[in-house]
């Protein structure tokens, strides 16, 4: 303790030399801590998460991203666009991880090619391109096949979920990323730039979460079923959609579609068994 005050200019009061001891004490017992929370893996401090916005985990067994999105309330719908769309209404949701990218074809084939009714029927082939052409059903066969493999519970994102994550974390964005139209190309592959297919996941922008084509490539399904009237009577805390019907949600806008089907708010609802060669999914991780 000697040695150490001695570091100290001699004119400091007795009160502050101790203060200044005291803190220096603290952070040199608080600094090799967070240097191992950083470096050596699973080791974290106690009450304090090693998760931050935009950190990201990746599935060992097919390879898929996640971005962290914290949490929050945020303005779902709009009162400009179509009639389910309306109310414009408050939905608050928990945090979760979001597919960082749409699923690939790639990524769809280490569980399901070969598999009997399961295999990659997307119109487009390519590694990296979405998979699609795949129905709501088929995707739930995808999410059994991987929680069975990994012990895990992944699923569809809710449509609060992807229209909070499509906006950035529930900011008013009319698109995935951006409000401006001119700038739109810059995000999506949509009617104006696809040259009428499907392009490989990540080429374009992602929005203010790190999120990659949110808004067009692919139409990505959602876990609830659709219902046009659902807004004026979802909960405001994690809704999960409609507790009966048939359709189930579609979101995002596609390749062959212009900018008012891809902005965050359009929605859409599908058959179960329904595919289309512009329709995909990704998922959310536990």
């Not at 990994?150 to 900011?171: D, I, V």
């Not at 499907?198 to 692919?218: C, E, F, I, R, W």
């Amino acid at each position: 303790m000697l040695g150490f005050a001695l570091l100290y200019p001699t004119y400091l009061s007795k009160g502050k030399m101790m203060k200044l001891i005291i803190i220096h004490l603290v952070m040199l017992f608080l600094l090799p801590l967070s240097a191992l929370a950083g470096f050596v893996p699973g080791f974290e401090l106690k009450g304090h998460s090693s998760v931050s916005m935009g950190k990201t985990l990746t599935d060992p067994i097919t390879g898929m991203e996640f971005v962290l999105v914290k949490g929050g309330c945020f303005k779902m719908g709009s009162n400009d666009g179509a009639s389910d769309e309306k109310p414009l209404h408050e939905v608050c949701v928990d945090d979760f991880w979001m597919g960082k990218y749409e699923v690939t074809q790639a990524q769809y084939d280490k569980l399901m090619k070969g598999f009997w009714g399961g295999g990659n029927r997307s119109e487009f082939k390519g590694k990296n391109r979405p998979v699609e052409n795949i129905s709501w059903e088929e995707t739930q066969k995808f999410i059994d096949k991987l929680n069975s493999k990994s012990k895990k519970k992944y699923r569809l994102p809710t449509e609060a979920e992807w229209e909070y994550a499509a906006r950035s974390g529930g900011k008013k964005e009319k698109w995935a990323g951006t409000n401006s139209e001119s700038s739109l190309g810059e995000y999506a592959w949509y009617s104006k730039n696809s040259n009428s297919q499907t392009h490989p996941a990540g080429q374009k922008k992602p929005n203010g979460l790190g999120l990659y084509d949110m808004s067009g490539n692919v139409w990505e399904w959602c876990s609830d079923r659709y219902d046009t009237g659902y807004y004026s009577q979802s909960p405001r805390q994690n809704p999960q959609g409609p507790s009966k019907g048939s359709d189930r949600v579609i979101r995002g806008g596609g390749w062959d579609y212009g900018p008012w089907i891809l902005r965050s708010a359009n929605r859409n609802g599908g058959r179960p068994g329904y595919r289309d060669f512009n329709l995909g999914f990704r998922l959310v991780s536990p």
